[in-house]
């Protein structure tokens, strides 16, 4: 950083800049997933599973319980084993699924738009409702609605979210019928359109298929909703404490003396301000999401990562397993690079 | 930017409201069967490969094979893809004479190339199904020459001994003995597999319905076959994964699936208030059974293993925790198995219990551990055990673990009891017997590992007796062998069956025709309608 401002020069000096941030990214992109891969290999290796009997079953003959135990090299040492993975996966082969027979970046492609479509509406509910209820409980402390958003608060961090589904689908979907019931989009309009994203609403939007489109927003609402709550109840309560902080620092008791109005103070200048902490974490509560969330998904039999992951897991599946693991971590440290930008983007201080 | 949080709120408050209005409220179609299952365990829909439960299922609807049974009465063997059989005097040449004009749903004529073809293909293809076929002397290298077209509709099958001819028939109802199309498999083929990579996800066969599509994990479709001979009422049939049951039961009380298959005890009964919802069951041929460890000095003495058979409450078990989803049963041959016995000399007396272990000089009971796999209903099983054992001084530790982990632990011999279940591999009384009462060698680095060599139980002269029992061509004669055996497991044997598995399936009420058997493969959607 110091020779860069030593030479001089803004042309440069940006370039430079930016060229530095870009090859720390990629160091710490891949520090990070050779250290995923290697904690998911070797664990992944000492528990105590067979992962040949998730590939022939219980039953079969010694013989071809042998051969397969060759054929996934498991008879070398666990050095050879890793590197071998290490070099195929560089080139994107992490092996084929034993589950699905499906290779695992196949399945992966499969799953993860699932969860990317439901986690990104999950968050945009939760940061479209929780950031205003967060500000307005700041302002109004120990009023009413305070009172309101601290419980929902509470009740997001301790209800368990698999028992808000269950009870979500039995009020709007049993009883109501006002959304449509687990699953993605209804069987009989599941054909109607070709996959090419794998994100529902855009395929159908983009493919002209409203009846199919508005079925497949009416699948998806309930456990949006029941996400968006969950991150809502998180990023309220973050708004809130940052907005408290910023409603005592000075510079709004000087705004306020300058006669400015009172909304344009409280959303103009002190939620600006907030904004730079909220953006790591809306981007953590979205990073969860990205995740898959296991329960949610199983609830609404969402075919997602969290799932997949999960599934994977219970049967052995290791190729799965590493797979997903890597794809997540990918994600997390890409929406790390997001937040960071965004920093720069909202606070020039730290340009 | 002052009036966005507003526009925003508004914005999603209309979007909410407006999507709940248009939410679509479908019935399932008249032609369409939609069923809630858990179908995780399908890894292939190649039946030279297919071995679990629901993936039998769906060869069955959609394969069919040389010979079938009928599901009232399994000693009713009949002939599907073949009109007629004989066998030589000799017991070692079966001759098949299969029908004429019949056609795969692509449209390409069945003939004898295509059996030949399918049964030398499920034999060198050696899946983990293809022993059953492999018992009969049939290998890699033999195939050819054992398994030969002899006529345009004509096969004939070579076996190396004069096995018992209903041995070597059921062997030919399991799902690796269905016929695929040959033409359409080897268009698929690369580079010499045989088309093994095509058909794990694809469909060449002839049977009521065709595989249109699988999603693993997601779903299952099929799709009527219009070459097949008896058109089937229904144009499709779906399997929906649903993992979670208590979806599946809101899903059928909902009408959004006709057919909920893993419904638990208290789901059952509660559906079964329902008026709009019916159950249906049928016995399955698996049991549930502890397997004692004989390398635990304990559960090696006589005594203790007897003990231990009376320490299980098995009626309250039936009639609480396995409620609706199985009876009690004690021999290792399930009920509907030739030979299989259906008494049970065993219920809880924690008086003989104690003064067995006495004998065995365990006066004051001994500590013991047990792996559990983690499910709801193997937990409750065990916790019931684990208390009428303690009633007797026995002290059960339950090791909880996942079911690959424990089924490792056990297939090495490591575990001191182990709760599990075993599902015939075959409709045959011998696929049972050669695992509860047979073990050739129970040295460590066995070959064969059946269920008595993981429990480290030599049966003695009982191993040969099976190994007699196969080859005994009177029928009746062989069902005696086989009673004979189970009266001597169930005497002394380290295993303590307690139950045999009852399937259910919770239907719509205007769900008609869909018949579950004594298996997987065969549980038929073929004739099922709605009404």
């Known amino acids: ?351 | 930017m002052t009036r966005l949080p507003k526009f925003l709120l508004s914005a999603a408050m209309v979007a909410t409201m407006a999507t709940s209005f248009s939410a679509v409220q479908a019935a399932t179609p008249p032609d369409t069967l939609v069923q809630a299952w858990q179908i995780d365990d399908i890894t292939s829909i190649d039946p030279a490969e297919i071995f679990e439960f629901s993936n039998s299922e769906i060869a069955g609807n959609t394969y069919e094979r040389l010979i079938n049974y009928d599901v009232k009465d399994v000693s009713k063997i009949y002939g599907e893809v073949a009109e007629s059989w004989k066998i030589s005097d000799d017991g070692k040449t079966y001759t098949f004479k299969i029908r004429e004009n019949k056609k795969f749903a692509s449209g390409n004529p069945l003939t004898a190339e295509d059996v030949v073809f399918s049964l030398q293909r499920a034999v060198i293809l050696d899946k983990s199904p293809a022993f059953i076929l492999g018992q009969f002397g049939l290998d890699k290298d033999n195939v050819k020459d054992k398994i030969k077209q002899t006529g345009p509709y004509e096969v004939t099958m070579e076996v190396d001994k004069s096995y018992a001819p209903t041995f070597v028939l059921y062997c030919l109802t399991s799902t690796v003995a269905s016929i695929v199309d040959k033409k359409l498999v080897m268009q698929n083929e690369k580079d010499g597999d045989l088309g093994y990579n095509w058909l794990k996800t694809h469909y060449a066969g002839s049977g009521p319905f065709s595989v249109r599509d699988w999603k693993p994990n997601e779903v299952i479709v099929l799709e009527r076959n219009p070459n097949y001979e008896k058109k089937t009422p229904l144009a499709r049939v779906i399997y929906r994964h649903i993992k979670e049951t208590a979806t599946q039961r809101l899903l059928l009380e909902k009408g959004d699936v006709d057919v909920a298959r893993n419904l638990n005890p208290e789901e059952i009964a509660a559906v079964s208030k329902n008026p709009d919802i019916k159950i249906d069951s049928a016995p399955k041929g698996t049991v549930y059974y502890l397997g004692l460890n004989q390398k635990n000095p304990n559960l090696a003495k006589p005594e203790v293993r007897k003990a231990l058979k009376y320490l299980v409450d098995y009626s309250a078990i039936a009639d609480t925790i396995m409620k609706h989803k199985g009876e009690v049963h004690q021999a290792f041959l399930p009920k509907g198995y030739l030979g299989a016995i259906n008494e049970n000399p065993y219920k809880l007396d924690v008086a003989k219990a104690k003064e067995l272990l006495a004998q065995a000089g365990l006066k004051d009971g001994f500590t013991v551990t047990m792996d559990t796999r983690s499910t709801p209903e193997i937990t409750g099983i065990a916790q019931a055990i684990q208390s009428t054992f303690a009633q007797a001084g026995v002290k059960l530790e339950l090791i909880p673990g996942d079911s690959k982990q424990t089924l490792t632990k056990y297939r090495a011999r490591q575990h001191d009891i182990y709760i599990g279940e075993w599902g015939s591999d075959y409709q045959d009384p011998n696929s049972n017997a050669d695992t509860f009462a047979a073990n050739d060698d129970n040295s460590d680095n066995a070959k064969a590992k059946p269920l008595a060599w993981r429990n480290a139980w030599d049966p003695g002269p009982l191993t040969a007796k099976t190994r007699a029992a196969v080859m005994e061509r009177d029928a009746e004669k062989r069902a005696q062998m086989y009673e004979e055996l189970q009266k001597a497991v169930l005497d002394d044997g380290p295993f303590v069956v307690f139950l045999q598995k009852i399937e259910v399936a919770a239907e719509r009420k205007n769900v008609d025709g869909f018949v579950m058997g004594p298996s997987f493969d065969t549980n038929s959607v073929a004739q099922a309608k709605k009404n």
Not at chain 1, 24 to 43: C, S
Not at chain 1, 166 to 185: E, H, Q, T
Not at chain 1, 254 to 280: C, D, M, Q, Y
Not at chain 1, 300 to 323: E, K
Request: charged residues 15%; aromatic residues 12%; contains cysteine.
């Open chain 1, 1 to 351: 950083m110091a020779s860069s401002i030593a030479n001089g020069g803004g042309g440069h000096e940006a370039l430079r800049f930016y060229l530095t941030k870009t090859s720390q990214f990629i160091a710490v992109l891949a520090t990070t997933l050779l250290g995923l891969v290697a904690v998911t290999f070797f664990i992944g290796r000492v528990v105590p599973i067979d992962p040949v009997i998730a590939i022939v079953g219980d039953r079969a003959p010694a013989h071809v319980y042998e051969r397969v135990r060759q054929e996934l090299g498991l008879d070398l040492p666990l050095i050879q084993q890793f590197w071998i993975y290490l070099k195929k996966a560089v080139t994107g082969d992490f092996g084929n699924s034993v589950l699905t027979t499906n290779p695992v970046m196949t399945d992966i492609l499969n799953a993860f738009p699932a969860t990317f479509e439901l986690a990104t509406l999950g968050t945009l509910i939760g940061t479209i409702i929780g950031i205003p209820l967060g500000v307005l409980a700041a302002v109004k402390r120990g009023s009413l609605l305070d009172q309101f958003v601290r419980f929902i608060g509470l009740a997001g961090y301790s209800i368990p979210i698999f028992w808000l589904g269950l009870m979500g689908l039995l009020l709007f979907y049993a009883k109501l019928g006002w959304v449509a019931g687990p699953g993605r989009i209804d069987v009989t309009y599941s054909y109607l359109y070709t996959p090419v994203t794998n994100i529902v609403l855009i395929d159908t939007a983009m493919q002209g298929q409203w009846d199919a489109f508005w079925d497949a927003v009416s699948h998806i609402i309930l456990p949006a909703c029941l996400l968006g709550y969950f991150s809502m109840a998180y990023i309220s309560r973050m708004t809130r404490s940052f907005m408290l902080n910023e409603l005592a620092q000075e510079y709004v008791i000087a705004a306020r003396v300058k006669g400015l109005s009172e909304f344009r103070v409280i959303w103009r200048h002190a939620l600006r301000n907030a904004a730079v902490p909220l953006v790591t974490v809306i981007a953590l509560s979205y990073a969860n999401l990205l995740e898959g969330s296991v329960l949610t998904e199983t609830v609404f039999a969402w075919p997602g990562l969290g799932q997949y992951i999960t599934n994977s897991l219970q049967n052995a599946d290791m190729n799965a397993v590493l797979g997903g693991t890597l794809v997540i971590g990918t994600v997390f440290v890409l929406l790390n690079l997001v937040s960071d930008l965004l920093y720069r983007l909202l606070d020039p201080r730290t340009r």
